[in-house]
C-alpha cells in the first residue's frame, strides 16, 4: 500500500514540476520517504505470502492503513512548512483521507500548486477506499484480500456482481475513475481552469469538499458550477454498485433500489422545506437563487461533502437542526458518504413501524423488508446496535469537547462533522470558518473520529477491545 502510494505523491511532485514551485523538494523527500517505508514493510513481510489473513488481520491492516497513510502523508505539508505543527498536519491529512474536508488552512490559496493538488487527492483515494484500490491493482494478497475488502466496506452491501473481491474492487474503481474524468471535463467548460476543474473533481466525486479557494465553490459565482457540482455530490452518495449497472446498460437496477428512492424522496423534501425557509425568510434573493443554496447546501451536507456556496449559520437554529440531522443520515451504503447511511435508516424506520404494529397485533410476525427481500433478524439487530453505539458515541465525544474548552454549539457540530465525515459544523466552525483555533487535544480527538467514521465504527473500535487480541 505504501509502495501504492508513492506513485500517487508523485502525481503532486509532477505537478509541482509543472508549476516550478517551492514544494517540489517537499514532496520529493516525502516520496522517498513512503517508498522507503514500503519497500521495507515488503521485505519484512515477503516470507508471508501463504498466510492467509482473517477478519481480524482485515480490520487491523485497514485501521493501519489510515493511520498510518495520515501520518506518512502530512509529510509535504510538515516538510514543507506549510503547516508548522505535527497537530494540524496529521489533521489535515487524517481529514483529506476520511473525505472529512474540516481544515485548519486559513489562506488556501497561498499554498503552492503541487501541494493543493496533492491534498485533493488525498481525498480522491480515501473516497474510493486506499484498499479497495490496493485489492484492484495489487491482487497479492491472497485469501486476505476480501477480508480487507470487507472491513473498509463495511455495513449493508448489495451483492457482489463479481465472485471475486478484486473484480469487484476493479470495477468500483472503474466507475469511479470514469465519473471523475467526466466531471473534469464539465468543470472545465465552465469558468474553472484545468488545474482547479482536476482538483474540484477529485474532492467532488470523492464527497470530499476540499477546494483551491478560500471561498470554495463560491469564489466562481456560476450557477453552472454549482448545479453540475450539486449533480455530482448526489451522484457521489449513490451505491457504487448501482452505478456501475447504470453504466453497464442496466439502469432499472438503480430505480428499482428502495434505499435509492428513499434517499432521493429525502433529499427532495429537505431542500424544499430549505427553499421555502430560505424565501420565507428573504435570506437568499428570488425563487432560483433560494432553490439553488438550498439545494447546493443541502446534498452538500446530506452527501458529507462538505463544499459551501453560502454561510448556513445565519439561516438559523431551524437549518442548523436540519443540517445535523442529514449530517447524521448521511447517504447510501456503498457510496463515498459518510453518515448512518440511508440503508439503516430506512431499515430502523420499518423496524419502528413494526414495533407500534405489534402493540395492536402481538402475534403477527411482520419481517422487515428491504427490495421485496425479508431482511433477518440478525442484521436488523446489528443495526439497531450500530445506531445505538453511533449515538452513544456522539454524545461521548461533545462531552470530551466541552470538557477541553470547545463551546457547546461547536462541540455538537464539530462531533456530528466529524464522525459523518461532512467538514464544516455549528457556530465558530461553520462553512466559512475553519478548524484552526481548536484546543490540539480535540483536533487529534476529532482526528480519531475521522477515521472511525470513515470505517464505520466498528471496524476501528473493536481493535481497542481486549478480546480483539486474545488469541
Known amino acids: 500500500m505504501f509502495i501504492l502510494e508513492t506513485f500517487f505523491m508523485l502525481m503532486a511532485l509532477a505537478v509541482s514540476f509543472i508549476y516550478k514551485e517551492g514544494d517540489f523538494y517537499p514532496l520529493l523527500i516525502s516520496c522517498a520517504i513512503l517508498f522507503a517505508a514500503g519497500i521495507s514493510f515488503y521485505l519484512i513481510g515477503r516470507r508471508a505470502n501463504e498466510f492467509a489473513a482473517g477478519r481480524r488481520e482485515g480490520m487491523l491492516v485497514v485501521t493501519l492503513t489510515w493511520t498510518l497513510l495520515s501520518l506518512f ?79 473498509e466496506t463495511t455495513g449493508i452491501t448489495h451483492e457482489r456482481f463479481r465472485p471475486r473481491v478484486t473484480q469487484v474492487a476493479k470495477r468500483l474503481s472503474g466507475v469511479y475513475i470514469l465519473l471523475t474524468i467526466v466531471l473534469i471535463g464539465l468543470l472545465w467548460l465552465g469558468p474553472m481552469n484545468i488545474y482547479d476543474a482536476v482538483n474540484h473533481a477529485l474532492t467532488t466525486v470523492s464527497t470530499g469538499g476540499y477546494s483551491t479557494k478560500n471561498a470554495s465553490v463560491a469564489f466562481w459565482d456560476s450557477s453552472y458550477i454549482e448545479y453540475i457540482v450539486i449533480i455530482f455530490m448526489f451522484i457521489g452518495s449513490v451505491n457504487m454498485t448501482l452505478l456501475y449497472f447504470v453504466f453497464n446498460g442496466k439502469p432499472v437496477k438503480l430505480f428499482r433500489d428502495e434505499e435509492f428512492r428513499w434517499f432521493f424522496f429525502f433529499v427532495l423534501i429537505v431542500v424544499g422545506i430549505t427553499t421555502a425557509w430560505l424565501l420565507y425568510n428573504n435570506m437568499a434573493g428570488d425563487m432560483e437563487n ?9 446534498v452538500s451536507i446530506i452527501s458529507s461533502t462538505g463544499f459551501a456556496t453560502a454561510d448556513y449559520i445565519p439561516w438559523g437554529p431551524f437549518f ?103 467538514g464544516p459544523g455549528l457556530g465558530k466552525l461553520g462553512p466559512i470558518n475553519n478548524y484552526a483555533e481548536v484546543p490540539v487535544v480535540s483536533k487529534w480527538f ?26
Open 73 to 151: 502523508g502530512m509529510l509535504p505539508f510538515y516538510l514543507g512548512g506549510y503547516i508548522n505543527n505535527i497537530t494540524d498536519a496529521y489533521f489535515e491529512t487524517m481529514s483529506g483521507f476520511t473525505t472529512t474536508g474540516a481544515s485548519v488552512l486559513t489562506n488556501i490559496e497561498a499554498l503552492p500548486h503541487g501541494i493543493l493538488f496533492w491534498r485533493s487527492l488525498t481525498q480522491w483515494q480515501g473516497g474510493i477506499g486506499v484498499v479497495v484500490f490496493t485489492v484492484a491493482l495489487l491482487p497479492i494478497f491472497g485469501g486476505g484480500a476480501s477480508q480487507m475488502f470487507d472491513a
Open 290 to 298: 433560494s432553490f439553488r443554496k438550498a439545494a447546493f447546501q443541502v
Open 320 to 422: 442548523w437542526l436540519i443540517a445535523i440531522t442529514i449530517m447524521f443520515v448521511g447517504g447510501c451504503a456503498g457510496s463515498t458518504s459518510g453518515g448512518l447511511k440511508m440503508g439503516r435508516f430506512v431499515i430502523l424506520n420499518k423496524n419502528l413501524s413494526n414495533a407500534f404494529l405489534k402493540q395492536t397485533h402481538p402475534n403477527a410476525i411482520l419481517p422487515v423488508r428491504m427490495n421485496g427481500h425479508v431482511v433477518s433478524a440478525d442484521i436488523v439487530h446489528r443495526i439497531l446496535a450500530f445506531a445505538f453505539v453511533y449515538i452513544a458515541l456522539i454524545l461521548a465525544s461533545c462531552l470530551i469537547l466541552m470538557l477541553d474548552g470547545v463551546g457547546f454549539e461547536e462541540s455538537i457540530g464539530a462531533t456530528v462533522s466529524a464522525i459523518s465525515n461532512v
Open 446 to 471: 476529532l482526528a480519531f473520529l475521522m477515521m472511525v467514521g470513515r470505517l464505520e465504527i466498528f471496524t476501528v473500535l473493536t481493535i481497542l477491545l481486549p478480546g480483539f487480541w486474545k488469541r
